[in-house]
């Protein structure tokens, strides 16, 4: 059974990176079936795509966030990770890491969810 | 971007009633080389992660209820919830998959009337 973990710091410092790892089990990060993304939700609001990446590397971001924001993988570990720079109190999230169906070098829906963490950005 | 827009915001309805939630994307998001809507939706449980429910606008997710369906094509999508039960309280989002950046509506917050 497929399970995603998040993991990184709670507290990040203004100004600081974010950094956060997603732990895949249960199914091969290097399949060629999926993409795997981040996705945020800042505390009582809705949801916001990040950026995904495929096994091989290839990246898509969301432009809000392009100039800040770092999505890599590690298939040897069975991890992919995000790094945002730059962080203000509005990065206050929820981070969430997925996967993502995928065919023609195109991505879908998330079909399977992280928990979540949440990071806070303090001054 | 595509901006998806969902109504109401939130409703409450009755046990056993009907509940219907609409979204509508700014642009189309069928792709016409394989007549398929690129929109799935989601629902969010307190606390939880959100779940999808429903892609390509009408396909139900394995493991959801049959209460549970999708409808809509272009621009204008639907999620009806036949036969309200208790579990279902949550809020719930549409998402369109079709360009980036994906993009979600907003949000309808369904609780029991």
């Keep these: 059974q497929l399970q995603l973990q998040e993991s990184g710091p709670g507290l990040v410092k203004s100004s600081e990176t974010l950094s956060l790892t997603c732990t895949v089990s249960g199914d091969s990060i290097s399949s060629s079936n999926y993409y795997w993304g981040w996705v945020r939700q800042p505390p009582g609001k809705g949801l916001e795509w990040i950026g995904s990446i495929y096994y091989s590397g290839t990246t898509y971001y969301n ?13 040897s570990k069975s991890q992919f990770s995000l790094k945002l720079n730059s962080v203000t109190a509005a990065d206050t999230a929820v981070y969430y890491c997925a996967r993502q169906p995928s ?10 969810w992280g928990q979540g963490t949440l990071v806070t950005v303090f001054s | ?8 915001d939130s409703l409450a309805v009755s046990l056993g009633e009907r509940a219907t939630i609409n979204c509508k994307s700014s642009q189309s998001v069928l792709y016409s080389s394989n007549n398929k809507n690129y929109l799935a939706w989601y629902q969010q449980k307190p606390g ?4 999808v429910l429903i892609y390509w606008a009408s396909t139900r997710e394995s493991g959801v209820p049959d209460r549970f369906s999708g409808s809509g094509s272009v621009t204008d999508f639907t999620l009806t919830i036949s036969g309200l039960q208790a579990e279902d309280v949550a809020v719930y989002y549409c998402q369109q998959y079709y360009s980036t950046p994906i993009t979600f509506g907003q949000g309808t917050r369904l609780e029991i009337k």
């Design chain 2, 48 to 51: 939880q992660p959100p779940k």
């Design chain 1, 103 to 112: 065919t023609s070098g195109w991505f879908f829906w998330f079909d399977s």
């Design chain 1, 63 to 75: 432009p809000s966030l392009k100039s800040r924001v770092a999505i890599s993988v590690d298939t």
């Design chain 2, 1 to 8: 971007d595509i901006v998806m827009t969902q109504s109401p």
